[in-house]
C-alpha cells in the first residue's frame, strides 16, 4: 500500500516536499517512481528511481527543479519540489514498480494520489 501526502497550495517560486509511505517489503526491493496528472490530460511521468537509490531519471520538464529521494529506514519515498510553476499544477502519484522506468506500465501498485496546485 501506498500512501502520499504533503500536496497543497502554493504560490509560483514556491517549495514542497512530497511523501508516499509504503509498506516496508514494497519500498525494500522495488523501484519507485513519480507520476502526475493534470485536469484533462493523460498521466505524465515525473521522476524515478532504483530499488538502492543509485540512478535516478527526471522528465526534462521538472529536471533541476525537483528531486526524488527515499529513505529507506522509514519507508518513504519523497519529491522535493522547487520553484513551482502554473503548469507543475496535478496530482502527484507515487508508484512501485520492477524498474526505475518512464513506463507507467511497470510499476504494480499506485498510490491514491495528492494534489499539488500552484498559483501564479
Known amino acids: 500500500q501506498l500512501v502520499e501526502s504533503g500536496g497543497g497550495l502554493v504560490q509560483a517560486g514556491g517549495s514542497l516536499r512530497l511523501s508516499c509511505a509504503t509498506s516496508?517489503?514494497?519500498?525494500?526491493?522495488?523501484?519507485m517512481g513519480w507520476f502526475r496528472q493534470a485536469p484533462g490530460k493523460g498521466r505524465e511521468f515525473v521522476a524515478a528511481?532504483?530499488?538502492?537509490?543509485?540512478?535516478?531519471d527526471y522528465a526534462d520538464s521538472v529536471k533541476d527543479r525537483f528531486t526524488i529521494s527515499r529513505d529507506s529506514a522509514k519507508n518513504t519515498l519523497y519529491l522535493q519540489v522547487n520553484s513551482l510553476k502554473p503548469e507543475d499544477t496535478a496530482v502527484y502519484y507515487c508508484a512501485a514498480g520492477v524498474a526505475a522506468a518512464r513506463n507507467p506500465q511497470v510499476y504494480n501498485y499506485w498510490g491514491q494520489g495528492t494534489q499539488l496546485t500552484v498559483s501564479s
Open positions: 516496508g517489503r514494497t519500498l525494500s526491493s522495488s523501484a
Open positions: 528511481i532504483t530499488w538502492n537509490g543509485r540512478y535516478t
